[in-house]
């Protein structure tokens, strides 16, 4: 994905992302992936009606929770007169359309502004497998 700057977004646009986000982070941080920005408002051929596109990987492949990640847009679309067009998608599912390289895929790759990235915690992911580790054997009498 691109790291270019957001010079086709008008301040409007930008502050409707900033709180999209900002939304995001509050409700979601821990459920969050990637935010990619993507389609001719990155390319640079859109017109006036064009609105925001906007992937939003999570982990959860649960449609009804995807379903609330878009409706975080909607304050932001009234407040700002403009449209996020949200695409919520599982993180496996991101997986298999990255291996498969979907042509939505390669357009990411090829346009995408990723606005947002969760750095794995690993120490974290450690510290939790430990404790399973500590408490099967305490289970079952070895600790």
Not at 35 to 46: A, T
Not at 48 to 69: A, I, M, P, T, Y
Not at 79 to 91: A, F, H, P, R
Request: proline share 1%; hydrophobic share 40%.
């Amino acid at each position: 994905m691109r790291g270019d700057n957001l010079r086709y977004l008008s301040e409007s646009e930008r502050a409707a992302l900033e709180e999209f986000i900002a939304r995001l982070r509050e409700h979601y941080a821990d459920e969050v992936v990637h935010v990619i920005l993507f389609g001719s408002k990155v390319r640079g051929g859109f017109d006036e009606e064009s609105g925001l596109g906007l992937l939003v990987v999570v982990k959860s492949n649960d449609w009804r929770f995807h379903q609330q990640v878009g409706d975080l847009a909607v304050e932001p679309m009234i407040e700002y007169d403009m449209v996020l067009s949200i695409l919520t998608m599982g993180e496996k599912h991101f997986e298999k359309i990255k291996c498969i390289r979907t042509s939505l895929y390669r357009n990411l790759q090829a346009e995408g502004i990723e606005l947002w990235t969760r750095v794995r915690d690993y120490l974290g992911e450690a510290r939790r497998f430990v404790a399973r580790v500590e408490e099967y054997l305490k289970a079952e009498g070895l600790g």
